[in-house]
């Protein structure tokens, strides 16, 4: 850092705590009588998880079911059916594919019966056309956490259930248009016997109408509604695949 | 204003200038290619209701089948089942009762065909207690946007759907910890008679264990689950109910 960098760094800090917006937020202050604090203001659907240390893992990756593999991010082929709700259009029904790229956390055990694992999306680009809507391209939106994990089964031969909460936007490219959701896509599967989940068909969201708004007016009212959304995680991508699914 | 005041106004506004603390965020540029820009973080789960001329409604509103009322703030006395899993401890099943204040926007059309109505929570008081866990307290989180809506069924003599993305604290008194969730807590109906829907045994919330955190760490890993909830809307409450509800 130059002189000069570190005299504008001195001031703007100087500057910035007389106008007080170098404080760090105070805590909530709680109401009389409540015993714990309230709920803070919640920026994200879930906790980050560092991507830092983890290895992308590709084509060749070895799945073994009911154990625990080391932290890794798993870029995995991906289709999914989703139903869309266009208010006075009605109802689009669409065949996606693509691929996801999900981070998986370094796990607390290697306990299949007690591991909890968490994850985060990190990646996800899929593709899908409909005769009336045209083309339409999925995106992570990368502004938001995308949480996940997978629950400790309790028992070494028992499958173990896991969620999402998917942020992402839907571009209509045909339709000159871009919506996104504000509450999560909860991507969920409740009997998965590997993790990752490969060549597993029963995913599904659960939802209900779940709202979707337009990214020209994000603070306006819905647009367009998911109705229903089941997915399948295929198998690892090789580096060529994921390079192309991310031009999308 | 005193001259002070504005004087010391300006030069705020100055210094937040030279900061930049000033401007407005800038729109996210969008990536090459993409034609109608990307998605922004969602601070809200949806669209805020403007309170300010809906009147509060109580103990002898008349409520009509198949009818659009005029907005307002239905105090309802409300009443759920609530399963929570607590990681190592097992699950816990409690009822609750309490009261919620539900504020209707004005209709944009009289027609129960066509209307959709949309309502954000503006009050929740719910109280339960568990032979295990002892009393809690579940109070709306007044730091996020509940928001929601009915949809327009089509039909002038078919229910409509409904749904709303909740914010709350499950305050666990004699466990001394209180709970939130980050990720709306999502109840639905799927056949209402009514706006608001009085007597309504039929709500359930849309989840799969959504996770619950900490209110002391809030940014950490979840402590809690909620696995299941059916709720049944009551008929509106009087003031002094409504009073007696507020103090929980």
Same mark, same amino acid.
């Given at each position: 850092m130059s002189e000069y960098e570190a005299l504008g760094q001195q001031l703007r800090s100087f500057l910035a705590g007389l106008l007080g917006a170098g404080e760090a937020p105070s805590a909530p202050s709680p109401r009389p009588g409540r015993r714990n604090g309230s709920a803070p203001a919640?920026?994200?659907?879930g906790p980050r998880i560092e991507l830092a240390g983890l290895d992308d893992l590709y084509d060749g990756t070895e799945v073994q079911a009911y154990t625990v593999p080391d932290g890794g991010i798993d870029n995995l082929a991906l289709s999914s059916t989703d139903t869309f709700e266009i208010p006075g259009r009605g109802e689009f029904r669409m065949d996606f594919s693509g691929y996801f790229r999900v981070a998986r956390a370094e796990?607390?055990?290697?306990n299949w019966a007690q591991a909890n694992v968490f994850v985060n999306l990190a990646d996800m680009k899929l593709t899908g056309s409909h005769n009336e809507l045209g083309t339409v391209n999925v995106r992570l939106n990368e502004n938001v956490v995308s949480p996940g994990q997978t629950f400790?089964?309790?028992?070494?031969s028992a499958p173990a259930a896991c969620r999402i909460g998917a942020a992402v936007e839907f571009e209509l490219e045909d339709q000159g248009m871009t919506v996104f959701n504000k509450e999560p896509i909860l991507l969920m599967n409740d009997?998965?016997?590997?993790?990752? $989940? !490969?060549?597993?068909?029963n995913g599904m969201a659960r939802l209900y109408r779940l709202p979707l708004f337009d990214t020209r007016n994000p603070?306006?009212? $819905? !647009?367009?509604?998911?109705n229903r959304l089941q997915y399948t995680v295929g198998n690892y991508v090789t580096v060529a695949q994921a390079e192309a699914f991310r031009a999308i």
């Open positions: 919640a920026t994200d659907w796990p607390e055990t290697k400790a089964p309790g028992d070494r009997a998965i016997e590997a993790i990752p $989940p !490969v060549e597993d068909p603070d306006g009212m $819905p !647009v367009a509604y998911l």
